[in-house]
């Protein structure tokens, strides 16, 4: 069975630092890596997929990386905001879509 | 945007009732899934589907079930309501197999039983 871990579980900063989000998952059979974002009460947005075969991915403020063999992706935000206050889930895709618990981030102004 | 619709948004209900969550997406994806969450925790999987007349169970035992009988249409339905089953019920829809497919995720049915 899938286990995937966020670490840490929240996380605190003032705007316009940058932020690290990391993601362990314990089977490297994967189809791909997704990250979301999560506002409360509210669905999931997605905000990067990572295939199995790439090593990164960009979306503006947002690189994801992907380390398939030791079983990591971290989520990096650059010069956070405050917008960019949320939990931020990675979800791990096998044969289903595995999620960690997430990290909730305040960004403070 | 992603073409997948939960309704209705929010229910709240008595002890006893039965209920049918409903979830639909537009995009033709074979892959639908049902995770549930309650407030401030994680998702976990309770039903998920290959597609049409395929249904699984997930990781987390549920005393709700689902049907698919289209390939567009994921309902999910509690035969008797009770508070223990109040939080939010969260339907995803993907291209199974494939390295390069999204999930997609609907904004979720938030559950009150009273």
């Known amino acids: 069975k899938q286990e995937v871990t966020q670490i840490p579980a929240a996380l605190s900063v003032p705007e316009g630092e940058n932020l690290v989000l990391n993601c362990s998952f314990t089977?490297?059979?994967?189809?791909?890596l997704q990250w979301f974002r999560q506002d409360p009460g509210k669905g999931l947005t997605s905000l990067l997929l990572?295939?199995?075969?790439?090593r990164e991915q960009t979306s503006g403020r947002l690189n994801a990386s992907l380390d398939k063999s030791s079983g990591r992706s971290t989520l990096y935000i650059a010069a956070s905001q405050p917008g960019d206050s949320a939990t931020y889930l990675c979800?791990?895709?096998?044969?289903?879509?595995?999620f960690g618990a997430g990290t909730t981030v305040t960004v403070r102004a | 945007e992603a073409d997948i619709y939960q309704t209705p948004r929010y229910l709240v209900i008595g002890t006893g009732k039965k209920i049918t969550l409903e979830c639909s997406q537009t995009?033709?994806?074979?892959?639908m899934y049902w995770y549930q969450q309650d407030p401030g925790m994680e998702l976990h999987l309770i039903h998920y589907?290959?597609?049409?007349?395929?249904?699984e169970k997930g990781d987390l035992s549920s005393e709700s079930t689902v049907s698919r009988i289209r390939t567009e249409h994921f309902p999910l339905t509690l035969e008797s309501a009770r508070p223990s089953h109040t939080s939010q019920y969260l339907c995803?829809?993907?291209?199974?197999?494939?390295?390069?497919?999204?999930?997609?995720f609907g904004q979720g049915t938030r559950l009150t039983v009273v």
């Open positions: 089977d490297s059979a994967i189809y791909n």
């Open positions: 995803a829809s993907e291209v199974p197999g494939l390295t390069n497919t999204e999930a997609f």
């Open positions: 589907s290959y597609g049409v007349n395929s249904t």
């Open positions: 995009m033709g994806h074979d892959k």
């Open positions: 979800a791990v895709n096998d044969y289903k879509l595995s």
């Open positions: 990572i295939q199995s075969s790439q």
